[in-house]
């Protein structure tokens, strides 16, 4: 059994910035890929970003790309979202992920943590 617990986030302003973490326990996240997604009211979650176990490599939605950024510290067994020049449309609850496919969808996915509101204000 893993358990994901996210932190960060908050209230931000237009183009601002605000970093998420997720600490992760039952499981070394160097065996797995970690993603980050994310929930709008009335809207599907939906894949933000990830990061392999064994080699750190990353890919991220397009909607993020260039403004969002996927690490991690194996050390410390944690996953972090760097997110910047954020957008009112970036609102939403970012959930952490424990998956098992680099390339999976959400279905991939075994373990979710509780989840972190991030509001953008325009």
């Known amino acids: 059994q893993a358990h994901l617990v996210e932190s960060g986030g908050g209230l931000v302003q237009a183009g601002g910035s605000t970093r998420l973490s997720c600490v992760v326990s039952g499981r070394t996240i160097t065996a797995y890929t970690m993603g980050w997604f994310r929930q709008a009211p009335g809207k599907e979650r939906e894949f933000v970003a990830a990061?392999?176990?064994?080699?750190?490599?990353?890919r991220y939605a397009d909607s993020v790309q260039g403004r969002f950024t996927i690490s991690k510290d194996n050390a410390k067994n944690m996953v972090y979202l760097q997110m910047n020049n954020l957008k009112p449309e970036d609102t939403a609850f970012y959930y952490c992920?424990?998956?098992?496919?680099?390339?999976?969808?959400?279905?991939?996915?075994?373990?979710w943590g509780q989840g972190a509101q991030v509001t953008v204000s325009s």
């Open positions: 990061i392999r176990g064994t080699d750190a490599t990353t």
């Open positions: 992920g424990l998956g098992l496919s680099f390339l999976g969808d959400r279905s991939s996915y075994a373990y």
